[in-house]
T-cell receptor
Framework: GDSVTQMEGPVTLSEEAFLTINCTYTATGYPSLFWYVQYPGEGLQLLLKATKADDKGSNKGFEATYRKETTSFHLEKGSVQVSDSAVYFCALHHGQNFVFGPGTRLSVLP | KAGVTQTPRYLIKTRGQQVTLSCSPISGHRSVSWYQQTPGQGLQFLFEYFSETQRNKGNFPGRFSGRQFSNSRSEMNVSTLELGDSALYLC?????????????FGQGTRLTVV
């Protein structure tokens, strides 16, 4: 079945550091890919998405590119802030339901 | 516009009891999906309802059930609760179905089974 693998962390960075969270997927067909973020005590919020190969999703300084050849959708941000501390979930959707990765906890220190 | 509302936010139940959780989707959204989030298993899909019909179901036992009303509000029910049912239950609403659809999640209901 479909699956999503991502680095589980936790990832600890200093403010203004560069962030990469790796995500790879296994799926039949051509799913859409998403990054969701979960702040403490909250539900999931959509961060960005890409619906086809080579699409780049971007939002709030975060970016991810849909790479079909490497089945990857790595999340990057050039300069993280303390407010980015949260759990990040990579997910795919193939038309029926989301399949989520295990989540990566990010802590950004001032 | 108002987001996805889940009630209650917190619940404590005893093993063997049953529980009903409620989800009110964003106005105009007809698709409601439910997910279970646990530290060990992560986020797992329970079921999806669209226009009052269950369209898709995850790999959970029959103790987990749900329904959707004509106003798109949805409930999920868990009977004969087990300790392992302790989790954050998240509801997501979408304006349509399909792989490009953006889902909006509620804050969840945290269920603790003792």
């Amino acid at each position: 079945g479909d699956s999503v693998t991502q680095m589980e962390g936790p990832v600890t960075l200093s403010e203004e550091a560069f962030l990469t969270i790796n995500c790879t997927y296994t799926a039949t067909g051509y799913p859409s890919l998403f990054w969701y973020v979960q702040y403490p005590g909250e539900g999931l919020q959509l961060l960005l998405k890409a619906t086809k190969a080579d699409d780049k999703g971007s939002n709030k300084g975060f970016e991810a590119t849909y790479r079909k050849e490497t089945t990857s959708f790595h999340l990057e941000k050039g300069s993280v802030q303390v407010s980015d501390s949260a759990v990040y979930f990579c997910a795919l959707h193939h038309g029926q339901n989301f399949v989520f990765g295990p989540g990566t906890r990010l802590s950004v220190l001032p | 516009k108002a987001g996805v509302t889940q009630t209650p936010r917190y619940l404590i139940k005893t093993r063997g009891q049953q529980v009903t959780l409620s989800c009110s989707p964003i106005s105009g959204h007809r698709s409601v999906s439910w997910y279970q989030q646990t530290p060990g298993q992560g986020l797992q899909f329970l079921f999806e309802y669209f226009s009052e019909t269950q369209r898709n179901k995850g790999n959970f036992p029959g103790r987990f059930s749900g329904r959707q009303f004509s106003n798109s509000r949805s409930e999920m029910n868990v009977s004969t609760l087990e300790l392992g049912d302790s989790a954050l239950y998240l509801c997501a609403s979408s304006g349509s179905r399909g792989k490009n659809t953006e889902a909006f999640f509620g804050q969840g209901t945290r269920l603790t089974v003792v």
